[in-house]
């Protein structure tokens, strides 16, 4: 049973996505300066995210996933589209007006090392946002909070006066997690927050996320290419391919029955450690290179590198068709 009409959000989501686009103009000219076209990094994204829930957010670098998380922060400008946080709609809003919202809506980043200062102590890091949002209380009550943060993230209480510089990449992304968790916030975008790490690192600070879920009922999104460490840590997976989403579904669902052929390309591309199994494995191999977001494919944006496109690909753009608990474009199940 398939359905084109996007099914009403459940009761507890805190975030809707609608058709959200961010467009790059893209300028020319030594003298005159004039638009000549725009990179659509993300171009008709939606989706979901409910309370208590990890959103996987996966796909090949460039395809829009961290501009995607950024959007939603409100730290690029939407191009156009509604992203509506804890049922308010945020899409217009400016840094005034975004203030209190921050405070429920964080951010974990890519880079360790260069999203911290340098200059500041882990005290001053982890408690800045208590004392930009006018919750720091008095000394006693300040290092008490960051003291519980350091420890809630497996930091001890007297590395509050060191500086990033004097710990490892692990503990340096536990400090920015801690910073996250101080204004208790509702959601956080997770920007690759384990691909500039150690591999046995990463499994320690995957874990940290998953037990501060538990503990504080957090939501995350979590945005990766590495699918062993999404399928982990995720409940639902949505695949991007060049600025839109081409599957959403469980994470069971998605690794045990791949719907798109872009998804069943990406999860064949995981190796398995077996050499036996791993040897007798049919070859799922994408060809070709990823068109450019400044000019991408008419039709279904993956048809010029996929096995299965039909002459309908090339023309038609496939709609979102419900098939269950997921959501798939693409013209081998759209509704006859």
Request: proline share 8%; glycine share 8%; hydrophobic share 40%.
């Amino acid at each position: 049973m398939t359905s084109s009409a996007p099914p009403p959000p459940p009761a507890d989501t805190v975030l809707e996505v609608r058709d959200l686009k961010v467009h790059f103009p893209v300028m020319a000219g030594a003298v005159v300066r004039r638009q000549v076209g725009s990179v659509k990094a993300v171009d008709g994204v939606s989706f979901d995210v409910r309370r208590g829930e990890t959103l996987g957010l996966v796909g090949e670098s460039g395809c829009g996933k961290s501009t995607t998380g950024l959007a939603i922060l409100k730290m690029l400008d939407i191009t156009s589209g509604t992203v509506r946080f804890e049922g308010e709609d945020i899409s217009g809003y400016d840094r005034a007006r975004m203030r209190p919202i921050r405070r429920r809506l964080q951010m974990v980043y890519q880079d360790p090392f260069g999203s911290l200062n340098p200059r500041m102590k882990v005290s001053q890091i982890v408690g800045e946002p208590l004392e930009v949002h006018g919750m720091a209380g008095d000394r006693a009550a300040y290092e008490a909070r960051v003291a519980s943060l350091l420890d809630m993230v497996g930091l001890l209480p007297d590395m509050a006066d060191r500086y990033p510089h004097e710990f490892s990449g692990g503990q340096r992304q536990r400090i920015g997690i801690a910073r996250a968790l101080a204004l208790e916030p509702s959601l956080i975008v997770c920007d690759e927050p384990v691909s500039a790490l150690d591999v046995s690192i990463q499994a320690q600070v995957v874990n940290l996320f998953q037990e501060l879920q538990e503990r504080l009922g957090l939501t995350y999104i979590f945005i990766a290419h590495d699918l062993a460490v999404v399928r982990h840590i995720s409940h639902r997976i949505a695949v991007m391919y060049l600025g839109r989403i081409v599957e959403i579904a469980s994470r069971h669902d998605l690794y045990a029955e791949p719907l798109h052929p872009y998804t069943q390309a990406l999860l064949a591309a995981i190796p398995i450690p077996d050499p036996e199994v791993e040897a007798t494995r049919p070859q799922q191999i994408i060809t070709g290179e990823v068109p450019s977001a400044m000019r991408p494919p008419p039709g279904c944006r993956f048809h010029t590198r996929c096995p299965q496109a039909m002459e309908v690909c090339r023309s038609v753009e496939p709609p979102m068709v419900r098939r269950g608990d997921r959501v798939v474009a693409c013209h081998l199940y759209a509704p006859t």
